[in-house]
Structures are given as C-alpha cells and as structure tokens.
C-alpha cells in the first residue's frame, strides 16, 4: 500500500487548508486511516482516524469542532479538511494506515508540511 500525503501550506491564523491522502495499491484489508502530526521538537501524535468504508470518524480533542476527516471512497482518497487553523497546529501532517483494530499504524506516507502563522 502506498500513501500520498498532499495539501499543507502557508495558512494564516484563522485560515483553513484541506489535505489529501492518496491511497493505492493494494487496498483490501485496510480497517481505518489516520491522521497524523509532528510538530518540531515534538512526538508524533494523532490528529483524527476514519474507517476505511468512510465511516466512524474519531478525532483528538485539540481539532474537535475544527478538523473533518473524510473519505471518498471511489477515490480511496481520504481528506482532512481543517478550519480555523492555530500557530500550534503547525507540523507535518502524515497519514497512515491500520488493518486491524488491534493493529498499529503503518504504511506512513511522506508527510505535507502545515504553516501556522500567528
């Protein structure tokens, strides 16, 4: 499987940007995708997940009621659409990929860098 992260940006405070995540090859057995983030000096931490059939979104409680995680699923492209952006969600935005409930993320993908200026 093969992840393609894309979208980050420049983005003012207050701003929105939309990534994508571009998922091929093969897709069978995947149980949900992720969002991620690593902001510099900083762990990895989870942003927000999705079932692969589009459904049961999850989110960390710093985006709630500002990220969407969405799934187009001819497209097998997942999307984080994040609104009234922060300084402090400035990081590389990763996705990744799950095939199990028990399993962990794998499959990282290359990563888009979100800009946060205050």
């Known amino acids: 499987v093969q992840l393609q992260a894309s979208g980050g940006g420049l983005v003012q405070a207050g701003g929105s940007l939309r990534l994508s995540c571009e998922v091929s090859g093969r897709t069978w057995g995947i149980y949900s995708m992720g969002w991620f983030r690593q902001a510099p000096g900083k762990a990895r931490e989870f942003v927000a997940s999705?079932?692969?059939?589009?459904?049961?979104?999850n989110y960390a409680d710093s985006v709630k009621g500002r990220f969407t995680i969405s799934k187009d699923n001819p497209k097998d492209t997942v999307y984080l659409q994040m609104n009234d952006l922060k300084p402090e969600d400035t990081a590389i935005y990763y996705c990744?990929?799950?095939?199990?409930?028990?399993?962990?993320?794998?499959?990282w993908g290359q990563g888009t860098l979100v800009t946060v200026s205050s």
């Open positions: 990744a990929r799950r095939s199990g409930s028990h399993s962990n993320y794998g499959d």
């Open positions: 999705i079932a692969w059939r589009g459904i049961n979104p």
